[in-house]
């Protein structure tokens, strides 16, 4: 079953193209003098372009592009994006079929007639849109399993994978029997770009990303199963090291017979480093999570990424910070709360290369951490299976010399909601102070994440100031 997060994202790119198609199909045929004779031929029309544009840039989206990444500001934003115009094209789409047959109403037969398979005949139109009909009938069969269907995400991502089929099917419709295309040049380059970008979008995802994607070779050296989570030590393979921002997330593939080979995404539970380590933090949630039981020390995994922008205005340190992590979704705060209470590599900032100050302001001696509270959200202190790992780095500041954390304005706090019940913005701003000048980062379960930022919106926080992250797949 497909959710969304109800957060704001970014959509000015995706409006632009699609008023540019419409600008484009109007215009040519005002200059060619040329109408419709039927008027529900102009919404079946816009429709039709409307819920290509759309599948086009929910392809281009699947591609974990970084321009497009860094535009969206991270690539779990792009995902949500990518998720709702994927839902829009489907529902635009119905539009198309019924405003071709309308005109046949009041006769029923006649209506219904028009929206199945007819007899070919030779006819080129009917060919195409026999096609249409093949298109939305495999298009309907795979949105119904993602929107309304919770499939093990195996199964799920299989049946998405059968969505280039259906943009290989529309180009087909679209070549056969779209004559605005062939007739209006602007137009039709216009169309043709988009659907090539997609077709090539989908080949690189499909085929070529596994090779070609930024992709790093790791091997298993540490592996610890509390409760229900899995926490996976990992050093690089060989002397190329993946080089991470903390809060960032990687596509892991385990090359180990039994464990399925699709890559699937999970959060670094660490800081930077320069060796490259890293801990991945794993809740057993789906088969594939839970297969990962049979991992050894030693085993060969394969990494893809780094992605995720939610560290971004904590390393500015141009506020202080309120960190909500909800159960698994403590794991991005993990590195950040290491960058906040130390960090063993200082480095003078003139011993530090420029890109890699652009990268890692934490380690050079003159950036300052802005002060952070962390809240740890946890049913039972059973589950809080991070809370020792948080409390380690607390310990492990003092050993290299840093002062007590609370003096520096830092705070931590396991909270229990069977002890406390739901945690609110106002017990948040009670115990981390006035948050009305504060960014405040929300990473956990979307209902969560949805009602908190509600909260802090009639608090008086901006929305500007409050960060998500949400990398919901399903």
């Not at 480093?273 to 991992?295: F, Q, V």
């Not at 202190?381 to 830092?410: L, N, P, V």
């Not at 908190?452 to 926080?461: A, K, P």
Request: charged share 20%.
């Amino acid at each position: 079953m497909l959710t969304t997060s109800k957060t704001p994202q970014h959509y000015l790119p995706i409006l632009v193209s699609l008023a540019v198609t419409m600008l484009l199909w109007l215009g040519s045929r005002y200059y060619f003098q040329e109408g419709f004779e039927n008027p529900y031929k102009y919404p079946a029309k816009a429709a039709s372009l409307t819920a290509a544009i759309l599948m086009c840039w929910s392809v281009l989206l699947s591609t974990r592009m970084r321009r497009l990444e860094n535009y969206f500001g991270g690539l779990d934003k792009m995902y949500q994006v990518h998720k709702r115009l994927g839902k829009w094209a489907f529902y635009i789409i119905v539009f198309h079929p019924l405003f071709l047959a309308v005109d046949r109403l009041p006769d029923i037969s006649a209506f219904l007639g028009g929206l199945f398979l007819l007899l070919p005949e030779g006819k080129r139109y009917i060919w195409g849109h026999n096609v249409g009909v093949l298109t939305f009938v495999v298009m309907a069969v795979l949105a119904g399993l993602t929107l309304w269907i919770r499939l093990p995400y195996d199964q799920w991502k299989r049946t998405h994978e059968w969505f280039g089929a259906v943009m290989l099917l529309v180009v087909v419709h679209v070549v056969v029997v779209d004559k605005d295309l062939a007739s209006y040049p602007l137009l039709g380059a216009w169309m043709y770009g988009w659907l090539l970008a997609a077709m090539a979008s989908y080949i690189y995802i499909r085929f070529a990303y596994k090779k070609w994607g930024p992709r790093f070779d790791y091997r298993v050296t540490g592996i610890e199963r509390p409760a229900d989570t899995i926490k996976l030590s990992l050093d690089p393979a060989g002397e190329r090291g993946m080089d991470f921002k903390p809060s960032q997330f990687v596509y892991l593939v385990v090359n180990r017979e039994g464990i399925s080979p699709e890559p699937h995404p999970y959060s670094i539970a660490n800081g930077y480093n320069r060796p490259a380590r890293l801990m991945l933090g794993i809740k057993k949630a789906g088969d594939h999570t839970r297969s990962l039981e049979s991992l050894e020390t030693g085993d060969s995994v394969t990494l893809y990424g780094p992605y995720g922008h939610f560290s971004d205005k904590f390393l500015t340190a141009e506020r202080n910070c309120v960190f909500i992590g909800g159960g698994i979704g403590i794991t991005p705060f993990m590195g950040m709360w290491h960058v906040a209470l130390h960090s063993e590599e200082r480095l003078p900032d003139d011993k530090v290369p420029e890109k890699l100050t652009r990268l890692h302001p934490e380690i050079i001696r003159s950036w300052k951490s802005p002060c952070v509270s962390l809240f740890y959200l946890c049913s039972e202190k059973r589950e809080a299976c991070f809370d020792k790992d948080i409390r380690h780095e607390i310990t492990m500041s003092r050993r290299h010399k840093f002062s007590a954390f609370h003096k520096r304005g830092h705070r931590y706090e396991l909270y229990l909601s069977s002890e406390k019940g739901r945690l609110t913005a106002d017990y948040v701003a009670e115990k981390a102070g006035p948050i009305g000048d504060k960014y405040i980062f929300l990473c956990g379960p979307s209902p969560m994440m949805d009602s908190l930022t509600g909260q802090f919106i009639r608090l008086g926080v901006p929305a500007e100031q409050i960060i998500v992250e949400d990398f919901n797949l399903l």
